[in-house]
């Protein structure tokens, strides 16, 4: 939650307490799948910048 004012985590918290299991479960899923996403851009930097 980097980044986030107090204001913004409550208003998440609110939104999350409202949705449903299949809803966390698909949540859960993008969460995953960005982070995967932002490992796998890391590394591609990472070899780039081993070029120079």
């Known amino acids: 939650m980097n980044g986030l004012n107090q204001h913004e985590?409550?208003?998440l918290l609110k939104l999350l307490q409202r949705m449903n299991?299949?809803?966390?479960?698909?949540l859960k899923e993008i969460i995953v799948e960005v982070e995967s996403g932002t490992e796998r851009l890391e590394n591609l930097i990472n070899d780039f910048n081993k070029l120079f």
């Open 9 to 11: 985590i409550l208003e």
């Open 21 to 26: 299991l299949k809803q966390l479960i698909k």
